[in-house]
Nanobody, 121 residues
Framework: QVQLVESGGGLVQAGGSLRLSCAAS????????MGWYRQAPGKEREFVAS????????YYANSVKGRFTISRDNAKNTVYLQMNSLKVEDTGVYYC??????????????WGQGTQVTVSS
């Protein structure tokens, strides 16, 4: 089993920034890709960004490209999501996830409990 714990959510005004963190523990591996997803009220969960541990290749949803940056610290088994120029439509619960392997468009196996991000106008 893999445990994921997110932190860093909160309330911010539009145009502001937040940094989310996700610490992984348990049967995890530095080879596992990790990602961030979000779910807005009344909407389905959607992919935000992901990063491969080896080489650090990252992927982003079109809606966040140029504003969000995913990064990781392998020594701490932690992945971060730096969110800049936040918009009201970025509001939602942000989930960290990981899997043994991942390709764009696929889901992941292990999930955190989520952290709320609210962007006010």
């Amino acid at each position: 089993q893999v445990q994921l714990v997110e932190s860093g959510g909160g309330l911010v005004q539009a145009g502001g920034s937040l940094r989310l963190s996700c610490a992984a523990s348990g049967r995890t591996s530095s080879n596992y890709p990790m990602g961030w997803y979000r779910q807005a009220p009344g909407k389905e969960r959607e992919f935000v960004a992901s990063i491969r541990w080896c080489g650090g290749t990252s992927y982003y949803a079109n809606s966040v490209k140029g504003r969000f940056t995913i990064s990781r610290d392998n020594a701490k088994n932690t992945v971060y999501l730096q969110m800049n120029s936040l918009k009201v439509e970025d509001t939602g619960v942000y989930y960290c996830a990981t899997d043994r392997a991942w390709t764009p468009g696929a889901t992941m196996t292990w999930w955190g409990q989520g952290t709320q991000v609210t962007v006010s106008s």
